[in-house]
């Protein structure tokens, strides 16, 4: 519980500190821009396929994390494995 | 390329991309939950709210049609890993991305010479969820107009899995600026995608940008491996002029700890 709470407060800390930023970037880049591909998110996109989003893996629990929380890739586990156990 | 092209490539890619998930799916039960490695993806181009963690590391890359050069094609790669664990506090996960890389035309820059770092704090909660803040496209390399053209992005976003009877759903709601806002307009839009998974290795997935609407098919072929294969069609809206485009991606995941 005591972790939780921690981690509740750093979150909304760090929501804190983004939300200025996210109002003060006011130029927007376009859909067709200088680049012929900006817009498109394609080089935001490697960023995703490199991460988590691509590469679900990457999030699995690890070994000291067992029984801990795990995030949505440990509810899959959670789910198919019980699944593959009936 | 024209759209028959288009759906004959898709249609023929998604089939070899899948076989192998379905025939190994049938010998899921002989595998142990502490060796499943091969998930398929949550999203295409959305980012989610979990990530690398301390003792993991990412490669993955990118690419897809579009009206944007003289090869009517694009893509990027990249690599991610992480620090620290987001279920006991919070992990940073850290991604370095190259654009361009088809790219004599477009931006102006070739293979590895523009590029930008995503970085992302996430932490895990109750539920099977998580909460994250990060912002891609910061510390930006390259030519002056893919400098210009791109700006970082700032969001926030929570995901969560959801049971779906025998079956699974991972949901993500988020915020973010720049390129998950309209082009021009200031502010935060509002992004999202929803992935149904029919193993934890095929998922369907749907996604909304902020700018385009997308949809793909995601499979990780091998069950204890970790390698995943995205494929979709982007602007399915065919938005700011644009058509819809072919979209894939893969990525592998390596797990130290």
């Not at chain 1, 080089?43 to 396929?49: E, H, K, S």
């Not at chain 2, 709210?49 to 993955?60: C, L, P, S, Y």
């Not at chain 2, 309209?182 to 839009?189: F, I, R, S």
């Not at chain 2, 700018?211 to 938005?239: D, H, I, K, Y």
Request: proline content about 4%; charged content about 10%.
């Amino acid at each position: 519980m005591r972790n939780f709470m921690i981690k509740i407060a750093a979150a909304a800390l760090v929501a804190a500190v983004a939300a200025p930023a996210m109002a003060q970037s006011g130029s927007g880049s376009g859909a067709s821009g200088a680049s012929g591909s900006a817009g498109l998110g394609i080089d935001y996109a490697a960023l995703v396929a490199a991460g988590a989003s691509g590469n679900p893996g990457v999030a699995t629990p690890g070994q000291s994390a067992t029984g801990t929380l795990g995030g949505p890739i440990a509810g899959l586990i959670n789910q198919f494995s019980k699944k593959d156990q009936k | 390329m024209n759209g028959h092209k288009k759906a004959v490539l898709i249609t023929g890619a998604l089939m070899l991309a899948s076989a192998p998930a379905w025939a190994q799916s049938n010998t899921a039960a002989s595998v142990a939950a502490s060796d499943m490695r091969g998930f398929a993806a949550p999203a295409l181009q959305a980012p989610v709210a979990f990530g690398a963690r301390w003792g993991t590391v990412g490669i993955g890359g990118y690419g897809q049609t579009c009206d944007c050069n003289k090869q009517d094609e694009d893509g990027s790669i990249g690599v991610a890993f992480g620090l620290g664990d987001p279920d006991k506090y919070a992990a940073l996960e850290v991604a370095v991305a190259s654009s361009s890389l088809f790219g004599d035309t477009g931006s102006g820059d070739s293979f590895g010479e523009s590029g930008s770092v995503g970085l992302k704090l996430h932490t895990n909660v109750p539920g099977y969820a998580s909460f994250a803040v990060g912002v891609n496209g910061t510390g930006r390399w390259g030519s002056k107009a893919f400098k210009n053209a791109n700006h970082s992005s700032v969001y926030a976003v929570a995901s969560k899995m959801v049971p779906v009877g025998p079956f699974a759903a991972i949901l993500n709601l988020g915020i973010g600026d720049e390129l998950y806002n309209e082009p021009n307009k200031d502010g935060a839009g509002v992004f999202g995608s929803a992935a149904f998974y029919f193993t934890q290795q095929i998922s369907l997935l749907a996604e909304y940008t902020g700018r385009f609407t997308n949809a793909a098919v995601s499979v990780a072929p091998f069950r204890t491996f970790p390698l995943t294969v995205t494929l979709g069609a982007t602007n399915l809206g065919e938005r700011y002029g644009g058509d819809v485009e072919f979209a894939g991606s893969i990525g592998m995941g390596f797990v130290f700890n």
